[in-house]
């Protein structure tokens, strides 16, 4: 049986319904929001539908199980705070559409928190071992929300953990979220390696005050630490960098907010990623000397949160080489090999099991944003190639 791209493009855009932003096709479906666990409760009924055995286990991972061994295809169904439609679900649907067409075992995953509303992939990382399901619970959101507390709001479904000895590999399909293969004009990346992350919040806290009378030599504004601390990382990262190293301030509270009050606390996200554990680590003692010298500077208390973080991770090579099969097919001189700059489920699966993942084009290079999107042929394309890679494995 053949793959039918009409059933997989409907169910794609179906689930978009959930959380739909109303912003051109984005989505705004973050773990254990309401419109997340009503899309798992779809998802679950499709699977379902599928002739998949359906279990949610403790943190809200859906499984749609094949009998038997199986290979284990997925990726994530909650989005960003301000998501796109494909992030994550385009590799679940995908899934669930070679599931019902294969003509061998294949099962469906759609993990919880890839998206880090509170650890870094969190969902996977519990299933695969890597964060112990205690430590999790303590992890809070931007809000203060425990993850104990949010996984409470699935409890009602949930089942046990899934045996990962039943799978026999993984493979994950995602868009790129980057410029390459749209700048390229190709259609498809078979990915080698995905870098690793660490991600950590910290926070200054100064003395909140009176913002007309407060002399600006007897101030301990906590922006201007997080500004001095800004430049400086700035700075002292240039010599160590590549031009594939990243990092972010992506969130900043400041305390109170207002105009006419000197911020008594900034708390902030430091997210920095690379494909070399050595540099990651290099870069964690510049943050953590770098605060530690502004903290002194600025008459500041600082806090660090716990450190998250995961490791490079290369493909499996045999399953790789059944999506390059597959890519050679499909898209015959439009297909490359190419690393992946994003974090994926598919680091922690490889902790149990062979991984690999296959990658579409984003269109203009966008995504974390509403207006992430795909040709309809690209999409096409890579549902086709996971066939291919699925027939050439067994
Ligand atoms: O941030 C990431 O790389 C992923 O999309 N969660
Ligand atoms: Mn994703
Ligand atoms: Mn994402
Ligand atoms: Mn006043």
Known sequence: MAVNAERFLKDLHDLRGFGASGVGKGVVRPAYSEADVAARRWLASRMEDAGLQVRFDPVGNLFGLAEGPSLLMGSHSDSQPEGGWLDGALGVIAALEVARSAGRPVSVVSFQDEEGRFGVTTGSAIWSGHLPLAEADTLTDHAGVS???????????????????????????????????????EQIGVVSDIVGIRDMKISFRGQQNHAGTTPMHLRRDAFQALSLFNARINDRFRNLVTSRTVWTIGHVALHPNASSIVPGRAQFSMQWRDGDAGRLARMEEIIRDTAHEVARETGMELEFGPLLGLEPVAMDARLKAALETGARDVAPGKWRTMPSGALHDATNVARLMPVAMLFVPSIGGISHDFAEDTDEADLVAGLRVLERAVEALA
Do not use: K, Y
């Open 147 to 185: 993850f104990g507390a949010a996984r409470a709001a699935m409890a009602g479904l949930a089942g046990d953990f899934v045996d990962p000895a039943r799978f026999t590999g993984f493979v994950e399909m995602h868009i790129e979220q980057g410029p390459t293969l749209d700048t390229e004009g």
